[in-house]
């Protein structure tokens, strides 16, 4: 169980705030809910059903603090992902990922797509747009987190792990 008015992340809907716990009847059959809304789009509710063993499973804790600065320390450590050069398999390989909400993986996703992004640019051509969009939502899963934990605005997570990574980040 959870508490109320407390965070989570929800799949790859990504933060939410446990607003409250409630019976509903969607399905002809009263449950108990908890209803969530997104960090980054909190006029949205989500109902997850209390029942459901598949849907309260995606609701996990955040990381603390040290969790975070220790996923960015092993950050370097664990490098980058093979590239895939077919772009079908690539993406189902990165949809993977992205739905397993893995940290680690999706910190290794973001710098694999960073660093073929900054490899494509240096020969004038542009990165896949399937690419560019997983990147988008890896980014916003785990900069969103990050920023929730450290009080801090999205757009400066990435200034947040430059000053924690070696020369290289």
């Known amino acids: 169980m959870f508490e109320l008015d407390s965070y989570v992340i929800y799949g790859m809907q990504g933060a939410c705030r446990i607003c409250e ?3 509903e009847n969607f ?6 809910y908890y209803t969530l809304s997104p960090v980054d789009d909190p006029k949205m509710v989500i109902y997850v059903p209390l029942d459901s063993q598949a849907l309260t499973a995606q609701m996990r804790p955040l990381m603390s603090r040290e969790e975070v600065d220790r996923l960015i320390s092993e950050a370097c450590v664990a490098g980058t992902l093979e590239w895939i050069n077919d772009p079908r398999s690539r ?3 990165f949809r993977s990922i992205l739905q397993s909400g893995d940290r680690h993986s999706l910190f290794r996703l973001l710098r694999t797509i960073r660093l ?6 240096a020969i004038g051509r ?3 747009a399937a ?29 947040y792990i430059r000053t924690r990574l070696p020369a290289e980040g």
């Open 27 to 32: 399905t002809g059959e009263e449950k108990d």
């Open 131 to 159: 690419d560019e969009m997983v990147y988008q939502k890896a980014e916003r899963l785990l900069h969103g987190e990050i920023a929730l934990i450290l009080r801090i605005r999205p757009e400066e997570v990435q200034d």
């Open 126 to 128: 542009k990165l896949y």
């Open 116 to 121: 073929r992004r900054e490899e494509q640019e």
């Open 21 to 23: 716990k409630r019976r």
């Open 91 to 93: 993406s189902e390989h």
